[in-house]
């Protein structure tokens, strides 16, 4: 698994695995003005990030 992700609207996070690729970053979008993923708003939203982490981590966490 390298990607996992989730949507609670109008956001979706995408969080790479720690494991296969450690090297890349977490990717933020709002769906509604930015349907095709072009902006990451990763670095201006900080807090959303982790909201949505923990939402993600209380979902499914994988093996480390």
């Known amino acids: 698994l390298q990607y996992r992700?989730?949507?609670k609207m109008p956001w979706k996070l995408i969080?790479?695995?720690?494991?296969?690729l450690s090297?890349?970053?977490a990717?933020?979008?709002d769906l509604l003005r930015?349907?095709?993923e072009q902006t990451n708003l990763a670095?201006?939203?900080?807090?959303?990030?982790?909201e949505l982490?923990?939402?993600?981590?209380?979902?499914?966490?994988?093996e480390r």
């Open 27 to 29: 990717e933020l979008y």
């Open 5 to 7: 992700w989730v949507i």
């Open 15 to 20: 969080v790479p695995s720690a494991v296969s």
């Open 34 to 36: 930015d349907p095709n």
């Open 53 to 62: 982490q923990q939402q993600l981590d209380k979902w499914w966490t994988p």
């Open 23 to 25: 090297d890349k970053r």
């Open 43 to 50: 670095d201006q939203q900080p807090s959303r990030i982790l």
